[in-house]
């Protein structure tokens, strides 16, 4: 909505006698990009959860002195 926004601000100036490119143009410009990296994060969210669905929920990660250390308890 922000970009339809801007978009519609940026098509208002134009109209008016501006000799130089209206500031709106650049604010559309930052929030198609904004809207693409958003999507192609969310999308990338998306994948890892649908591959780590299966993972054990118990894994505990913890930080060593020496490194890390990862524990999965056996259930018996």
Known sequence: MMTLKAQQEANYFKGDSFR???????????????WVFNHLFSGAEAYVSAHLRDFPPDLKVRAFPGGIGVSIPIHE
Not at 22 to 31: C, G, L, N, R, T
């Open 20 to 34: 130089e490119p209206p500031p709106q143009a650049q604010e559309v410009q930052d929030w198609l990009v904004l």
